[in-house]
């Protein structure tokens, strides 16, 4: 991992730039993909799975059997694992709920905002070599809390036609139906313009590929909702002389093993520590299976040491990092003044992947930078608010000139109209 | 308008079809405005104030003299209309900013949110005949009441290089300084990238034309939050017997002068009103200026007779309007049965153009049925959440084994490995 002392604000910037998120040249592939989902809707959806998923499918849905059959195939210590996560996130994304604001804001003028769940959403859990059951768990809940009327799941079929045994078990447990066998641009092609087997939604949630987050782009440019943009992802550890270098080493390879385009950065005020941080990464590295992607994206990683706490603020808020841990003695101070971040973990005992799994909060954050101007999900994500207001006709004449002269201000006679017909007319 | 009586869900759905949004053709071009932004700075700005807005400026950035010269030229009538409007809508903003939810999820893992002004923040002013001054309102008071540390303005020059006056004089009441000359596709250009002279910002607001959405539209693709996207303005009023005919008129009138792609539609369960409201807008719309806009958008509005009010529900909640107006006996009753629309208005003394202006609630909201997965502006849309959470040896001790039980259920080495190092080392 490379090292950088004491850097400037502008090196450090440097330091830590992103590698450009650039999909330019699969725009007009994925765009082909949406269209051909357009036109054909399920037949397109065979046919991409035969190409891309290498499966003749019977059937796109998963049907009621193989929903059923899956409980016995999943072990009593993964059910009793997922069942306290489930808890966890359900209770942390309960308390999340909006209430209702209501108020006057003068005589006889009473406004509110009511939050109403999303009714149409569709999730996206991707395939590949592990399957993200907890991606399962941090979408699906909050959308059922939020009280989402249809949830729709779209997941990439295994070479058997299957999907895997665990996400159906979720699935199961949780009480969902609509799970479809499509996965890639195909599948959120399908839930943004609907096709005979699958519905339509209003928003559309899920990570992917890069060829999911293209077709999420294109998407929404044409008025489907989607979560947030999607990078590659990355931790920040802010760690003082009170940090464990093998806890941290530890962290900063549980992010490294997402992918060869991770980022991993430990910024500390101690050069002991960054020395034998470097150290239990090389030692503990030995041990893990994934170390092909560690290698890469440790390229990528840097290790930063500043003066003091104030500095490796900065450079965090500057970074704006997924996720920040702050490995360091007054770690609730430290927190007070992060302001841009997905999700922080503070002291030694809160690693990245509790937070991934099972303390409750989502995982489903903000990266490359987009903490600055974007949430991590919640279960607002799946509510919307509506506006409600109600006046008078005492409420009315009580700004009857102010919207008189307002609109007469923006040459918008027929908005003064409005009021002045309702003042002939005394309620 | 045209007549439609007693229509299947399905025709109703057909009639009510909004004119697809359709800007393919120009995204090249504002693609090379951003481009060129991008490429030259300030100095495009200039020359694109030349070309678009016919004016040599001398200065992007409004003066301090501009700023405190303003205020004699607004009326006194003028200025205590704008502070009531001031007042009603600071009032129901600042209800909205959201409180802290912290809890422990289980023992010894305690989670919070926490919501955090977005730091730099850019808002765009529309030009042309009509200065919109109550859209800076409805922007500016939001941002401040979230905290934003930075917000910047940009809106076009007239042709003497000037900005209206009564847009300067909002500004100077509320504080703000940082507004700047400049328009259309290049302004949001500026704030999504950053000039010289306008500072970068990372969540760009406020409506304009085909030309501003579509570069906010591929500003928002590399990253850049926008408050939603945008469409033509509309409004659905729903109406029984009770519904006085020139009140619904005069409404549908004042959605019609918005802009000749506006939409105003009446459900009513009463023939004799529709009748009515007909004959009303017929006889109003001659007083009128904007006779010429009211004159197209009409072409594309409907007068729908339905069997009951359930039937007018379901048929609002399909469409989703930006603005619902419920002049109806029981308009609480039928406004808790709606699911989608931006803002609601209960009863007969609730015109659109209260909530346009003074009432207090934002009248920046989702158009084009965009209201089914979007709120409309509120504080919130200034601020992000950051999620937190601090967990004690014992807390992780508790989560341990579900943790490590789900990381390798994930094939994820590293994540287990975080937490088993902790399990040595007790706390």
Redesign the interface.
Known sequence: MEIIKYPTEKEAKKALKRIA?ENKKIIPKVQRIIDTVKAEGDKALFSFAEKFDGVLLSSLKVSEEELNGVEKKISP??K???N??R??IF??HS??KRKE?K?E??DG?T?W?KS?P??KVGLYIPGG??????TLLMLALPAQIAGCNEIIICTPPQKDGNISN?ILYVAKLLGLKNIFKTGGAQAIAAMALGTESIPKV??IFGPGNQWVTTAK?IV??I???VDM?AGPSEVLVIADSSA?P??VA??L??Q???GPDSQAILITTDENLLHSVNEAVTD?RK????NNI?EQSLRQSKLLLVNNLNEAINISNNYAPEHLILSVNN??DV?SN?????????????????????????HT??T?????????L?TNSFT??????????K??QN?A???K???N???????????E??EK?D?
Chains 1, 2 share one sequence.
């Open positions: 998120l210590e993964l009793s694992a997922i306290t996560a808890k966890n209770k942390f308390a999340q604001i108020l804001t003068s003028i406004c905002r109403i999303i009714e070599s592990a399957p993200l059951f907890s665990v209003y928003k782009q929404n440019s008025g489907v909702a943009p464990n093998n806890f530890a962290d390879l549980s490294a093993e997402h503990l041990k893990l299976s994934r560690i770690a609730d927190a992060i302001i841009n971040a997905g999700s922080v973990f503070l002291g030694n005992y809160s690693p990245e992947s509790a937070g991934d799994y099972a303390s409750g909060t989502n954050l903000p490359n930078g987009f903490a600055k101007a974007y949430s991590g919640s919307k608010e509506i506006t409600f207001q109600k006046l008078s006709a409420g009315l700004i000139n102010t919207v002269v307002m609109a201000a923006e040459n918008l006679d027929a908005h003064k109209l409005a009021i017909i309702r007319t309620g």
